[in-house]
Every structure is written in C-alpha cells, then in structure tokens.
C-alpha cells in the first residue's frame, strides 16, 4: 500500500521560511517521480515543482523559482519542498504526490497534504 505523508506546515509570518517534508511509505522516491503541488482556497490547484526519480534533477515553476527548492534524502524516503520569503499569497494546502512513470505530471498517488498559512 502506497502513502504519501506530508508535514512541516504551519503559520508562518511574511517573509519567512518553511520546510515541508513528504515520506513515501510502499514505493521508492528514488524511483518516481515526487511533486508538490498546492491549492488555495477557491483557486485551482497549482504545480510546483517536481523530481525525477532516476535522474534526480528537479524544477520548479517560475512563480516560485528562486523561493522554492525540491530535494529528496534517499536514505529517509522523503521529498522536501523548501520555502522561503513567504508571502500571503503562499497560504494554501501543499500536496506532494507520485508519478510511477516518472514524468512529473501523472500523478497516481497523493498525500493528504499539510496547510501552509502566511499571515501577520
């Protein structure tokens, strides 16, 4: 059975940082695909950014490059999304998730996903 777990979110004020992790229980990272993706409230949900599995290289979305960074400690089976500057416009519920054919886009499992709020 495949599990994502998200954590590390929380209430951040603008400006700073956080880092969410996502443990993959019943797949290897190494081998998928993992993205993060969010949803704000009453928006569609947005990519982010993605790692391959075999490769290891990583992109990020232009909206957030030079703020976000993806990486992954193999030997924890965890993908990290690394933010910083936070800005209110951040808040949302962030999703890592797991494409088995490793293209970053067909997402076959998904975590339950962990709130982020940046607010004064």
């Known amino acids: 059975q495949v599990k994502l777990v998200e954590s590390g979110g929380g209430l951040v004020h603008p400006g700073g940082s956080l880092r969410l992790s996502c443990t993959a229980s019943g797949i290897i990272v190494d081998l998928y695909a993992m993205g993060w993706l969010r949803q704000a409230p009453g928006k569609q949900r947005e990519g982010l950014g993605c790692i391959h599995g075999t490769a290891g290289d990583t992109y990020v979305q232009d909206s957030v490059k030079g703020r976000f960074t993806i990486s992954r400690d193999s030997s924890k089976n965890t993908v990290y999304l690394e933010m910083n500057s936070l800005k209110p416009e951040d808040t949302a519920v962030y999703y890592c998730?797991?494409?088995?054919?490793?293209?970053?886009?067909?997402?076959?499992?998904w975590g339950q996903g962990t709130q982020v709020t940046v607010s004064s």
């Open positions: 998730a797991a494409d088995p054919r490793d293209y970053c886009a067909d997402w076959e499992y």
